[in-house]
C-alpha cells in the first residue's frame, strides 16, 4: 500500500470532460488530460483493504490493490504486467466499463470509491506510451489450430489467450471490420476506434490470424471448418435485436438501435454501408424507446446528427438516485445513471407504455402513442403494470429507435449444420466454466453463451473459454485463470 493516509488527503477526482455544447460537434472522445501526478494520488486513495471486494466486483478478477500500489510508486511496468494478468485489453475496459468495482470498493461504503476505470486506462495508455505492450509471439507452437468464430471482445480475448498457449489461430469474422459491438456498436466518443486497431496491429504481429468478409455457416461450411481445425470456439455475441411488435410497426422511421449505431460508426471510419438505406436524425423528433446504454449512445448520436429533439422513455419505472436496501453495499447498485450522452441534452421518462405508432398517408412515422402506467407486486410477488387511466397521449416523431436489448445469438448457419445445442433461451448451451458445448471440440462464449451483457464479461469468458479449449487439447493447461490471479501478483512481483 502506497500511501497509508492516501484515502483521507485526497478526494475522488476523475479527468474533466470537454463541454457538451462543443463536443456535440465531433465524435471524438471527451474526456480530457489528467495530470500523471493526479493518477497517482488517486492510487494512493486505495486503502489497500484485508479483504479487496473490487477484486471480485471485477468479472475479470483485476488484482486492483496491488495495481493502485504500483501507480502509486510510479512503477508502470509492474502495474501493467498485474493489469494484463488477468485482462488482455485494459484499454477497451478502462474507456467503457461501467465498473463494478468501484461500486464494491470499501472506500465507497461512506466515501466516493477509488477511481479505478480511469487508473486502469491510464495504466494501459502509459504502457502503451513507454513500449511495454509490445508482441509476444509464443516460442513454441503446438501445431494444433484453432479457429474463433466471432472478433468482438470475447473472440479477441480467446484468439489472444490460445495463441499465448502456441496454437495457431483464426479469426473469422462476417462483417468488414474487426471488433464486433466494440467497433460497430460502441460509439467513437466512447471509445474512438483507433485504440482497438492499434491492439489488433499487436495480435497479429503474434502470429493471429484474422479473416473478415467471413459469414461462417455461408462462406465456409460447418465441415469445412471441422476439417479444418482441431477445436472451435464461437464468441458470435447475441446479435438478434428485440422487436416491438405493436400497431404501425412497419412505418418508415422505425430502426432497431444497432442499424442507426453501425451506420454512424461506419460513416465515422470512412466505410460505405453498401445498399443500405442511410438513417438520419437531423431535424427529425427522436424516440429513443429503451432506457440503456444503447438507448443512451442513440441520444448522443442524434444530437450529434442535430435532431429537432431527443426523447428517451423506458417501460420500468425510475430508479432511485442513490442504492435502496434492495442493492446494499458490495453489490451493483440499480440507481439512476447520467450518461455523458444525457448530458448532451435529452428528455428522460419512466414507467412509460408504447402503445401505438403513428404514421401519415405515405406511411412514414409521425407521431407515437404512449400511455403512463404504474408497477404493482401481485400475491406471488411477481411485478406487473396497469395503464394510469386517462394518460394516453401522442408525441410527435419521425424517428424511432428500439433499444430494448437483444434476444439471443443468430441460431442459424454453422451452429445447426455442426449440431450444437441452444439453452431455453436460445443462447448457444455450454456451462460456465467448462465452456464446451454438446460438440466436443466446440466451445462458446461471451454474448453467444451467456446473453447480452458486457464488455468485461466477453473478455472474461474469452479467456476462461480458451484455457478450456487449451485443457482439451493438450490435457492441461498453463493459461490463467481468475481463480488463481492472486498467483499472478506473486510472479509479476
Ligand atoms: C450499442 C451498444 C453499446 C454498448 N456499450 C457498452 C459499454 O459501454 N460497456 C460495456 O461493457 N458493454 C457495452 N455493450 C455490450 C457489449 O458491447 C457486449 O456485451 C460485448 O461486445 C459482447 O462481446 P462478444 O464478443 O460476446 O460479442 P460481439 O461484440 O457482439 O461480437 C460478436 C461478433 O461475432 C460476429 N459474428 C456473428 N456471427 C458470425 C458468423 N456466423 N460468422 C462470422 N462472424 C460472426 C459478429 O459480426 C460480431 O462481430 C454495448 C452493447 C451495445 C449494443
Ligand atoms: S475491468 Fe471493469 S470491473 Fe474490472 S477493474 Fe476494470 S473497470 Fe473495474
Known sequence: MGKPTGFKEFNRELPKTRNPKERINDYKE???????????????????????????????????????DAVYEGNWELAIQILSSTNNFPEFTGRICPAPCEASCVLGINKPPVTIEHIEKSIAEKAFELGYIKPQPPKTRTGKKVAVIGSGPAGLAAAAQLNKAGHWVTVFEKDQRIGGLLRYGIPDFKMEKWVIDRRLEVMEAEGIQFKTNVHVGTDITAEELQQGFDAILFCTGAGIPRDLPIPGRNLKGIHFAMEFLTQQNKRVSGDSFGETHEIVATDKNVLVIGGGDTGSDCVGTSNRHRAASVTQIEVMPKPPKSRSEDYPWP?????????????????????????????????????????????????????????????EHEIPCELAL??????????????????????????IEATEGRYQTNIPNVFAAGDARRGQSLVVWAISEGREAARAVDQYLMGYSELETKDDSLLNVAKAG
Open 30 to 68: 471527451f474526456y480530457l488530460e489528467f495530470e500523471e501526478e493526479k493518477t497517482q494520488q488517486q492510487a494512493a486513495r486505495c486503502m489497500d483493504c484485508g479483504i479487496p471486494f473490487c477484486h471480485h466486483g471485477c468479472p475479470l478478477g483485476n488484482i486492483i490493490p496491488e495495481f493502485n
Open 331 to 391: 453489490n451493483w447498485p440499480m440507481i439512476l445513471r447520467t450518461s455523458s450522452s444525457h448530458e448532451e441534452g435529452c428528455s428522460r421518462d419512466w414507467a412509460i407504455l408504447t402503445k401505438e405508432f403513428v404514421g401519415d398517408e405515405e406511411g412514414n412515422l409521425k407521431a407515437i402513442k404512449l400511455a403512463r402506467i404504474e408497477w404493482k407486486v401481485n400475491d406471488q410477488g411477481k411485478p406487473y403494470f396497469e395503464e394510469v387511466p386517462g394518460s
Open 402 to 427: 428500439l433499444a430494448i436489448g437483444f434476444v439471443h445469438t443468430d441460431p442459424k448457419g454453422a451452429l445447426p449444420e455442426l449440431g450444437v445445442k441452444l439453452d431455453g433461451r436460445g443462447n
